[in-house]
């Protein structure tokens, strides 16, 4: 039994990285429970200077994680501007079973501010799933 809190989407912070916790994640009407490791993350916010995109569907937060199975879950939040077919921010998972698999889906990804999200999650996600030399 875990004796340590839930996390959120929101908890997602540099010291939750490569420990393992109990996440519950929100995805639209429900929720993702899942015990795993944050492999890396990036959020729109946390970028200097980082530029608005009125009118324009743009990431908010992308984050990578490694279930206590093994499997990869890919979970981002993306702002849709207002029109009649979607508004506002819609959180999306993606289950993976390898991370070859995690990177083309992220790769494949074509909001107009994905270049940042994919360079450094990417990145962190390889360097802390790779053998210490």
Sequence with gaps: ???WRTLTEKSL???LVGKMRRYR???GE???SFQGELLAYHRHADE???PDYPGVSHLITLALFRTKK???VVYYIVEYPDNEHLSGQHQYVTHLPEFGDVTR???AMAYINVAPFRTKVIS???ARLSPSA
């Design 30 to 32: 429900g929720v993702l």
């Design 1 to 3: 039994m875990l004796l």
């Design 13 to 15: 912070s540099p010291k």
């Design 25 to 27: 994640l929100t995805r």
């Design 70 to 72: 093994g499997r990869f």
């Design 105 to 107: 889906f992220v790769a």
């Design 48 to 50: 200097e200077d980082a």
């Design 124 to 126: 962190e996600a390889t």
